[in-house]
């Protein structure tokens, strides 16, 4: 699922190139690279890069690399459990990775009907949520890829985060259930998502 935001009293920390920080402390270091990589993808710096895995292992390292040398851009070595749902064990990421790009070029190829791009979309965003290929970051690693697959679908920027209590409520249990592959009601949010003025 997307990263979780830590709530007043979080003891989450995290080894960085930084030292040693509290998520709180590290979160607006995180913004402002997301920001500058949201700043390239419209710029169409990455715009002659496949689709697929490699380019997936880039925006991770663009926008986090600086912070966590040691695994940013790395496919995760260990097992986790995010909430209640467990990714795939870590020597089957690559390949899970591998074989959702593959999917997911074929759902881009050719004119998308769009009656199709909500589901599309939704495939796009949960899947890799789903597989959860880093250690950490995986949130804001989704939200650039969507970013950079909105920009090549010609379509404009749109609301990605929830926001407030309700929309996160319905958010988490739309990628609940695209975790058992259902992506009905994440396509149901994208439809929304396409019907709001767009961000600038």
Request: charged share 25%; hydrophobic share 45%; net charge negative.
């Amino acid at each position: 699922m997307a990263d979780a935001a830590p709530s007043a009293h979080s003891t989450r920390w995290i080894e960085t190139s930084r030292g040693i920080l509290r998520y709180a402390e590290l979160a607006p270091l995180l913004a402002e690279r997301v920001l500058r990589i949201q700043e390239r993808i419209e710029a169409g710096q990455y715009a002659a890069e496949p689709l697929d895995e490699s380019l997936i292992r880039t925006l991770h390292r663009d926008f986090c690399g600086d912070l966590v040398p040691e695994w940013a851009g790395h496919w995760r070595s260990m097992a986790v459990c995010v909430g209640t749902h467990e990714p795939p064990p870590p020597h089957l990421v690559s390949l899970q990775v591998r074989e959702y790009s593959l999917d997911l070029q074929a759902r881009l190829a050719g004119p998308i009907p769009f009656e199709r791009l909500p589901e599309t979309l939704a495939f796009a965003e949960s899947r890799l949520l789903t597989i959860h290929p880093f250690a950490d970051f995986n949130g804001r690693l989704v939200r650039l890829w969507l970013w950079e697959i909105l920009r090549r679908l010609q379509l404009p920027p749109v609301q990605l985060t929830p926001r407030d209590k309700a929309e996160t409520e319905v958010y988490l249990a739309a990628l609940r259930a695209g975790d058992q592959k259902d992506y009905q009601l994440l396509a149901r949010l994208w439809m929304q998502r396409l019907a709001t003025p767009p961000i600038y």
